[in-house]
């Protein structure tokens, strides 16, 4: 099946840092890649929605100039968190999905993001 | 706006004891429901599409089906390994390709 790699797995770091996460589709080409954000015991929320080439469409709520998305090519999208605080600590989660409609989303593993 | 509701919120099972977790929806005009599962620490599995009332798909112990206005998620003969959070999501016909996602249910199954 279609393959996501999600990097880091895992980050911690003092507030303050800007924290970039890669997410990666191995063997097919996305073109729209979503990021999400889960906390504990609950369903992810969508963050944004990145179409290769394109700027990103941010959900309501979601600061772009917080959370920067770039998708530059088919088989990478970036998140970069800038000048993370202790509140951004969560779950983040990346997923692609290919040039036909109704395909279904493939997930990345995710990167626990944890801010002191 | 689309909604997915799922129930039980949690739900725990003996070993080879079939039941069947829900996800109801609205949606405007239904283009896709689809079932993931989510192991801790991990992200989402896809397990199935389903684009039609009356659509079924199966999987090793796992058979999801759909009406208009739900799907289940049947589970026959549990098996430990298949503790995990199930997730529904949907998406309708307003253009966006992304899926909105019910709460899921936390499936434990004991030996």
């Known amino acids: 099946g279609a393959v996501v790699s999600q990097h880091p797995s895992r980050v911690i770091c003092k507030s303050g840092t800007s924290v970039k996460i890669e997410c990666r589709s191995l063997?097919?080409?996305?073109?729209?890649m979503f990021w999400y954000r889960q906390f504990p015991k609950q369903s992810l929320m969508l963050m944004a929605t990145s179409n290769e080439g394109s700027k990103a469409t941010y959900e309501q709520g979601v600061e772009k100039d917080k959370f920067l998305i770039n998708h530059a090519s088919l088989t990478l999208s970036t998140l970069t968190v800038t000048s993370a605080h202790p509140e951004d600590s969560s779950f983040y989660i990346c997923?692609?999905?290919?040039?036909?409609?109704?395909?279904?989303?493939?997930f990345g593993d995710g990167t626990r993001l944890s801010i002191l | 706006e689309d909604q997915v509701t799922q129930s039980p919120e949690a739900l725990r099972l003996q070993e080879g004891e079939s039941s069947s977790l829900n996800c109801s929806y609205t949606?405007?005009?239904?283009?896709?429901l689809f079932w993931y599962r989510q192991d801790p620490g991990k992200g989402p599995e896809f397990l199935f599409t389903?684009?039609?009332a009356g659509e079924e798909k199966e999987k090793e112990r796992l058979k999801a089906t759909l009406t208009k206005k739900e799907s289940f998620l049947h589970i026959t003969a549990p098996k430990p390994e298949d503790s995990a959070t199930y997730l529904c999501a949907v998406r309708g016909h307003t253009g966006r390709r992304a899926l909105t996602f019910g709460s899921g249910t936390r499936l434990q199954v004991q030996p």
């Open positions: 063997d097919f080409q996305a073109t729209t």
């Open positions: 997923s692609a999905s290919g040039r036909e409609r109704d395909q279904p989303q493939h």
């Open positions: 389903l684009y039609s």
């Open positions: 949606v405007s005009g239904l283009r896709g």
